[in-house]
Structures are given as C-alpha cells and as structure tokens.
Nanobody, 124 residues
Framework: VQLQASGGGLVQAGGSLRLSCAAS????????MGWFRQAPGKEREFVAG????????SYADSVKGRFTISRDNAKTASYLQMNSLKPEDTAVYYC??????????????????WGQGTQVTVSS
C-alpha cells in the first residue's frame, strides 16, 4: 500500500491550499481516510477524517469551518481543502488510511498506512 501526499507549500495567513493524497495497493472502499499534522516539537495530531462512504466526517476543533475533507473512491484519493490558514496551521501534513473501519477514527494508532508527509508553512 502506498500513499502519496502532495499540495503543500508556503502561503500567507488567510490564504488557501489544497492537499491531495493518492492511494494505491488495495481497495479503499471500506477504509477511513484521514489527515494528520505534526508541528516541530509536537505530537502528531488528528486534523480530519472521512468514512468509506463519505457519510461520516470529523474535524479537529481547531480546523472546523476552515478545512474540508473529501474523497474520491474511484480515484482512491482524498483531499483536504484548507482555507483561512493561520500560522499555527504550520506543520507537516500526513494522509493515512484506517482499514476496514466504517466509522472515522481519531487516533494515530488506528491508522495502518501513512503517506510521506507534505510541508505546509503559513507566514504571518
């Protein structure tokens, strides 16, 4: 299984970025797809997750109303649209897959597959 995250970059506060995660190597139709982030000196934290059907979505409180997660099962991909970015959103963002889970998982331990991460830097 391979996950390839892309779309990170440098943006000014208030700007937007769209992260993409291309997945391959298994059928993801029964899996939760999630996004996590890790800032320097901090633990990796949950950002957003979407169930296999797309019917259940969860967000961290810190990103609610600003970030939107989506998925395309036909393309085995997930996306994270990030608007109104803040300097505190600066981190390496990782996409991940929790296999055979019909509900969104919030813990890193529930995810078996991880992408390599993409850096998001928000300047003030």
């Amino acid at each position: 299984v391979q996950l390839q995250a892309s779309g990170g970059g440098l943006v000014q506060a208030g700007g937007s970025l769209r992260l993409s995660c291309a997945a391959s190597g298994r059928t993801f139709s029964r899996d939760t797809m999630g996004w996590f982030r890790q800032a320097p000196g901090k633990e990796r934290e949950f950002v957003a997750g979407i169930s296999w059907s797309g019917g259940i979505i969860s967000y961290a409180d810190s990103v609610k109303g600003r970030f939107t997660i989506s998925r395309d099962n036909a393309k085995t991909a997930s996306y994270l649209q990030m608007n109104s970015l803040k300097p505190e959103d600066t981190a390496v963002y990782y996409c991940a897959v929790a296999p055979n889970t019909y509900r969104v998982r919030l813990s890193t331990g529930d995810y078996d597959y991880w992408g390599q991460g993409t850096q998001v830097t928000v300047s003030s």
